[in-house]
């Protein structure tokens, strides 16, 4: 069955930075856009980034342009979010997401597979 496994989420101050990991497994991974999503208590699931097949397309909102960088390892089945000059408003549950078609990658509906999240807590 596809397993999707996040890694890396903690407690850091503002400013500072946190990598995330997600193992993919189960899939065929190179052929899926994988996205990052996170949702804060009281809110819904919000789109963070997604990144093409290849890698070689990524997009974010506009809340984290600039400060997160998403990137994969096809051979490793593995896709990341670096998180710098992380801030209070960022902490949240970070949920990867992979997603083969579709109509919005930035759409949470468009994703099929989930991993079960990691908590990211930034405080000021």
């Known amino acids: 069955q596809v397993q999707l496994v996040e890694s890396g989420g903690g407690l850091v101050q503002a400013g500072g930075s946190l990598r995330l990991s997600c193992a993919a497994s189960?899939?065929?991974?190179?052929?899926?856009?994988m996205g990052w999503f996170r949702q804060a208590p009281g809110n819904e699931r919000e789109f963070v980034a997604h990144?093409?097949?290849?890698?070689?397309?990524?997009v974010y909102a506009d809340s984290v342009k600039d400060r997160f960088t998403i990137s994969r390892d096809n051979v490793k089945n593995t896709v990341y979010l670096q998180m710098n000059s992380l801030k209070p408003e960022d902490t949240a549950v970070y949920y990867c997401?992979?997603?083969?078609?579709?109509?919005?990658?930035?759409?949470?509906?468009?994703?099929?597979?989930w991993g079960q999240g990691a908590q990211v807590t930034c405080s000021s």
């Open positions: 990144i093409g097949w290849s890698g070689g397309r990524t």
């Open positions: 997401a992979a997603r083969q078609y579709g109509v919005d990658a930035s759409s949470a509906r468009d994703y099929k597979y």
């Open positions: 189960g899939l065929t991974f190179s052929l899926y856009t």
